[in-house]
């Protein structure tokens, strides 16, 4: 089946260090989304690849950067986790001109910071 | 810009019971609506989604959700639910490339 897979589905790393969390597509869309998501709250829209094309929310600490090498692969890179980065962090995918950019999500990474 | 509200941050039903789970938006164009469930500790998938035509969605599990331009809503509603309708609900609009999520509605389903 067509699906986004996120790899790992748990990361624990240490405070201040670079940790890259990953996803990847067999959905062939492409825009893909980095999402931050806390505790019984809504999802964070970090940034977004259309294309290769890179957006970021202006509200996205430096911290977060992303990676997006092809089509299939995108990668979160934070380069220095705070114990406020502590969170699920969730990948999404749409098929830009299909109309409605219905976003696919993969299971999500639960990223704790010792 | 646009924005969801949902107005029940929690909502306990016995199970069989009807429920509806309530959503408005503002925006200044039109814009795609969806609702999105999340069971815990997993993404999020998508429920239902109002394009256009029918105003009233349904999705294969037993919700639906009726778009009311005037109102500017789209409520959730499901006439018997299950224990394992136990979750997060969120409600979002989608003007273009992003989508704006509410900020969720827990529903637990009560034995």
């Known amino acids: 089946d067509a699906m986004v897979i996120q790899n790992p589905r748990y990361q624990v790393t240490q405070f201040g260090k670079p940790v890259t969390l990953s996803c990847s597509q067999t959905l062939n869309h492409n825009v893909m989304y980095w999402y931050q998501q806390k505790s019984s709250q809504a999802p964070k829209l970090l940034f977004h690849y259309y294309d290769k094309d890179f957006n970021n929310e202006a509200d996205t600490p430096d911290n977060f950067q992303s990676r997006r090498p092809n089509t299939s692969f995108c990668f979160l890179d934070i380069r220095s986790p705070g114990l406020g980065d502590a969170a699920m962090y969730l990948c999404?995918?749409?098929?830009?001109?299909?109309?409605?950019?219905?976003?696919?999500f993969g299971p999500g990474t639960r990223l704790t910071v010792t | 810009a646009q924005s969801v509200t949902q107005l029940d941050s929690q909502v306990p039903v016995f199970e069989e019971a009807p429920v509806e789970l309530r959503c408005n938006y503002s925006?200044?164009?039109?814009?795609?609506l969806f609702w999105y469930v999340q069971y815990p500790n997993q993404g999020l998938q998508l429920l239902l989604k109002?394009?256009?035509?029918?105003?009233l969605v349904e999705s294969i599990n037993g919700f639906e959700a009726e778009f009311n331009k005037s109102q500017t809503s789209f409520h959730l509603r499901k006439p018997s639910v299950h224990i394992s309708d136990t979750a997060e609900y969120f409600c979002?609009?989608?003007?273009?490339?992003?989508?704006?999520f509410g900020p969720g509605t827990s529903l637990s389903v009560i034995p």
């Open positions: 999404a995918t749409s098929r830009a001109g299909q109309g409605s950019y219905e976003q696919y």
């Open positions: 979002a609009v989608s003007p273009y490339d992003k989508v704006i």
């Open positions: 109002y394009l256009s035509g029918s105003t």
């Open positions: 925006s200044s164009v039109s814009v795609y």
